[in-house]
């Protein structure tokens, strides 16, 4: 298994929207309903919109297996010392081979690198997945925060925080 961490690139758009949408419907698998999980991720999982993504930044770096793109981080600064991952979803048959170790370590040097000395990350609630890796990491949730869908779904995430 050969792994490289890399830029995206707008040839990657399908690939992403592919990786997002999956991971993110099964972090909320159960708590939110079909109708809001199929708007959510035709909002923010086209092609389109992680094309225009890719151009501004919004996804950070891509994992590369073997010329597959197996999982994708995004992330930027809140402030001149604070740094956030908005987005890491790792391809489910590619999970627990380091893969998002290494997109989350090379996200993290590059905002250290842009002064940041924290990392904040917004975690679905009971994300099986997401919490125990975000804690093996050093993250300490802050507080939580509840989204209201304009159908009346609540969303909750817990505010996660770690310095580095």
């Known amino acids: 298994m050969t792994l490289v961490i890399r830029k995206p690139d707008v040839t990657d758009a399908e690939r992403i929207a592919e990786i997002c949408s999956t991971g993110w419907r099964q972090t909320v698998e159960g708590k939110l309903s079909s109708t809001l999980q199929q708007q959510t991720v035709n909002y923010w999982y086209n ?25 994708v981080i995004g992330g930027g600064m809140n402030g001149k010392k604070r740094a956030e991952v908005y987005v890491f979803y790792i391809d489910e048959k590619y999970r627990y081979h380091g ?17 940041a000395v924290e990392q904040w ?44």
Do not use: C, W
């Not at 092609?47 to 930044?57: E, L, N």
């Not at 893969?99 to 002064?115: A, D, E, P, Y």
């Open 47 to 71: 092609a389109k919109k992680v094309t225009q993504d890719i151009k501004k930044g919004s996804y950070t770096y891509v994992a590369e297996v073997d010329g597959t793109v197996t999982g």
């Open 99 to 115: 893969i998002g170790k290494s997109l989350l370590h090379k996200l993290t040097g590059h905002q250290q690198r842009k002064g």
């Open 121 to 164: 990350v917004s975690v679905q609630e009971n994300n099986r997945l997401g919490l125990p890796f975000y804690k093996a990491r050093g993250f300490i949730q802050q507080s939580v925060k509840e989204t209201k869908s304009a159908s009346g779904e609540v969303q909750v995430s817990l505010r996660m925080r770690r310095e580095i």
